[in-house]
């Protein structure tokens, strides 16, 4: 699967607009339940957006046309929690104090959304490509998840934050002093980037911002360890990457800008919005 565009919740938060792909051309897709208090999350499997309420939906690609994923039978997987895409499915972990189960969207079953539980207790998950990360509640510990019900497997230690790309896992230690590279076996990583306050990644690849100290300048990883290039941009702590480019939401905004691949050259393709989403 692929993400190949990015949605973006309006201001007033009552609907949804997908990125036609040019231009600042863009397409009302609706909205769903109440269509208020709007929130999405994207990936290779599509999107998902939640209203007002405990209710998610996913976009079916019709415009105005979403499907209820809250299972109305009285399902341990009925509340509202934080949801992670992957190319495959959608994971969804409730939202407790202390940490939550994690719960597998299975599809539907005679028109009732089915949610299989894959996890106990987690703190907090990514997904992506590579597959889906689970945080223990304490130590932070992270671990992957094998495909098996309850059956994960341990690659870090505590820190910060994941990133996950089509083949490929990135983190950030507590301390942000480097961007690290999973070795994929056990929980051998090498470092690949210095100092880094956030980091996002997708099929275009991966993108560190630095720290407050470096101006939240944004950097694209080349693939050789150490070795990164300025991409700039609007600010990039609020990145969406698709397999083909990188899309920055503006800190207060007011805007939407698209990376035309060069230098740190960017392009306005929208006025303000509420939130951005790379999506399928």
Known sequence: MSTTTICAVAPDRTKVFRYDGFGSSWTNIGGPGSQSHIQITGGGWGLIATAYGPDEYSYSGETGEWWLMTPTDGSDAGPRGQHVVTDDTVY????????GNIYQFDGFDDSQPSWSWVRGTSRQAW????????QDPQPWD??????NPGDWDRISGDCFTFAIGPDAVYKIPNDKSAVYQYDGFGDSWTQIGGPASDIDAGGWGLVATAPPEGN??????????GVWRLIGGPRSAFLA????????????????YRYDGKGTSWTRISGPVFQIAATS
Do not use: Q
Request: proline share 4%.
């Open 92 to 99: 969804k972990l409730i939202a407790t104090v202390g940490g």
């Open 127 to 134: 997904g992506g490509g590579w597959g889906l990360i689970a």
């Open 142 to 147: 992270a671990h992957r998840y094998t495909g």
């Open 216 to 225: 939240w300048d944004a950097y694209a990883y080349t693939g050789t360890p």
């Open 241 to 256: 990457i698709t397999d083909d480019t990188v899309y920055s939401m503006a800190p207060d905004g007011s805007g939407v």
